[in-house]
Antibody
Framework: EVQLVESGGGLVQPGGSLRLSCAAS????????MSWVRQAPGKGLEWVAN????????YYVDSVKGRFTISRDNAKNSLFLQMNSLRAEDTGVYYC???????????WGQGALVTVSS | QAGLTQPPSVSKALRQTATFTCTGN????????AAWLQQHQGHPPKLVYY???NRPSGISERFSASRSGNTASLTIAGLQPEDEADYYC???????????FGGGTKLTVL
């Protein structure tokens, strides 16, 4: 079955940076869009960003535009999220999801916890 | 960005039927329907219904979905204790160019 494993989460001070990674396996990574979705503690799901199969198109939620960058390395079956100028409200679990654009977010990783606090 | 609208909670007795609704607009739910995700406490979301109204492999036949206009629905028949979870709807919004989610409905099986 499809496997997605996030890494790179942790504690960071406001204004700091963090880079999340997602290792994908058991499917042809280069033929799928990919997304990042986050969930603040005790809250619902919030989509963050997605990226086309070849990396030529990206979309972001307004609250992270200019601060977060999604990218991918198809040779290494990996997805990334570079997060800069982090704020307390960015705290949450960040999930990597396979994006069967534009129909379904059909497989999800276990998530990486990001805590932004001084 | 605007999200989809879901009731915050539903409570039903064991073996009864629960129905969840998800309301959007013509750019998201009204365009291609909504997918449904189940999330148990402390676990990642899991797709339980595709946007095209098909069930993923391994999902119980007790789950069914439908759409009428800008409102999508998920129905779970013969409720079991393991169905107790949060249920989210999702759809791509072609106007906003973003995925949008409902706020989630917490199902309690009594």
């Amino acid at each position: 079955e499809v496997q997605l494993v996030e890494s790179g989460g942790g504690l960071v001070q406001p204004g700091g940076s963090l880079r999340l990674s997602c290792a994908a396996s058991r499917f042809t990574f280069s033929t799928y869009w990919m997304s990042w979705v986050r969930q603040a503690p005790g809250k619902g799901l919030e989509w963050v960003a997605n990226i086309k199969e070849d990396g030529s198109e990206t979309y972001y939620v307004d609250s992270v535009k200019g601060r977060f960058t999604i990218s991918r390395d198809n040779a290494k079956n990996s997805l990334f999220l570079q997060m800069n100028s982090l704020r307390a409200e960015d705290t949450g679990v960040y999930y990597c999801a396979r994006d069967s654009f534009p129909t379904d977010l059909d497989y999800w990783g276990q998530g990486a916890l990001v805590t932004v606090s001084s | 960005q605007a999200g989809l609208t879901q009731p915050p909670s539903v409570s039903k007795a064991l073996r009864q039927t629960a129905t969840f609704t998800c309301t959007g607009n013509s750019n998201n739910v009204g365009n291609q329907g909504a997918a449904w995700l189940q999330q148990h406490q402390g676990h990642p979301p899991k797709l339980v219904y595709y946007r095209n109204n098909n069930r993923p492999s391994g999902i119980s036949e007790r789950f069914s979905a439908s759409r009428s206009g800008n409102t999508a629905s998920l129905t779970i028949a013969g409720l079991q204790p393991e169905d107790e979870a949060d249920y989210y709807c999702s759809a791509w919004d072609r106007s906003l160019n973003t995925w949008v989610f409902g706020g989630g409905t917490k199902l309690t099986v009594l």
